[in-house]
């Protein structure tokens, strides 16, 4: 839905109780390059890549994405960054991921967690810090590399 010149408002649902997210997608032009910004991307889950895909399928006129903007490290905001952006799976794009370097050091960190714990079956962390680390390894913040511009 388009809600102002060149701003759209998308809406992706999520498996948990919270339902849904709300999403960007801006026409955009970088170094007078036209194309779109995408702002906050989704859970890594195939529901999510197929929406996208059909978004980019259908909606974006044949312009490629520009930049993926990540407002912050919540795996519904940072999870699908891994499938867009350099380095990831979607690799028409390859389109730079643009984020905090705080919220780049907890995504980075909670893959991390996630792996150290899947490796060693540590005792180490607490439940709490497990049970938060599977949870967004479950949705896209799994131990690799975000690539940045």
């Known amino acids: 839905m388009e809600v102002a010149k060149n ?19 801006l026409r955009d032009q970088i ?14 889950n195939q529901a999510t890549k197929a929406l996208w895909q059909q978004l980019i399928d259908n ?5 490629p994405i520009l930049r993926v903007i990540v407002t912050h490290a919540h795996p519904d905001h940072i999870g ?18 643009w ?4 919220d780049y ?10 792996a150290l714990n899947k490796k060693y079956q540590s005792d180490l962390l607490s439940p709490d810090s497990i049970a938060a680390a599977n949870h967004f390894a479950a949705h896209g913040l799994k131990d690799f590399e975000f690539r940045t511009h």
Do not use: V
């Open 7 to 25: 701003i759209y408002w998308l809406r992706m649902p999520l498996p948990f109780a919270l339902d849904h997210i709300n999403l960007w997608l």
């Open 80 to 97: 699908l960054a891994s499938w867009l952006c350099p380095g990831g799976e979607h690799t028409q794009w390859q389109a730079p991921l």
């Open 31 to 44: 170094d007078e390059k036209n194309g779109w910004t995408i702002i906050d991307c989704g859970i890594d």
């Open 105 to 114: 050091f907890l995504a980075s960190q909670a893959g991390k967690i996630y």
């Open 99 to 102: 984020i905090s370097l705080i």
């Open 59 to 63: 909606e974006l006129e044949g312009l």
